[in-house]
């Protein structure tokens, strides 16, 4: 299996090459170590940060930027949004803050990418 990836693990966005041979992983393109790791956990596990927004009552806007506090499995995006949409906090919230505890028993949390002031 071959496959071609954008690395994203720092500004170069290199153009990687990954073959798996028998058990092991060939990474190729890469122009520091991160693209070793990258292109591997691409192929094996690909994890994605999840930026969102979730609604806010009473805070200076009706939405509150929020994202996954680390990467979660790619796979569990849908249902990680269909958690998230669900939430609403209310004013006053700082940046931060946890707005969902363990996201799917991931020990994964979803804050508060911005803080957000009661609005009287």
């Given at each position: 299996?071959?496959?071609d990836i954008t690395c994203?693990?720092?500004?170069?966005?290199c153009q990687?090459?990954?073959?798996?041979k028998n058990d092991d992983y060939i990474v190729t393109g890469n122009s520091c170590k991160n693209g070793i790791k990258y292109g591997i956990e691409e192929m094996t596990n690909p994890?994605?940060?999840?930026?969102?927004?979730?609604?806010?009552?009473g805070g200076l806007h009706p939405r509150?930027?929020?994202?996954?506090?680390?990467?979660?499995?790619?796979g569990k995006i849908f249902d990680a949004m269909a958690i998230i949409n669900q939430v609403v906090v209310d004013a006053p919230i700082q940046l931060g803050d946890v707005v969902v505890k363990d996201l799917l028993g991931t020990g994964i949390d979803v804050v508060a990418t911005k803080s957000m002031p009661k609005v009287s």
């Open positions: 299996m071959k496959k994203i693990s720092c500004p170069l966005g990687l090459v990954v073959e798996k994890r994605r940060v999840l930026p969102t927004t979730i609604v806010i009552r509150l930027p929020v994202a996954t506090s680390d990467a979660i499995p790619k």
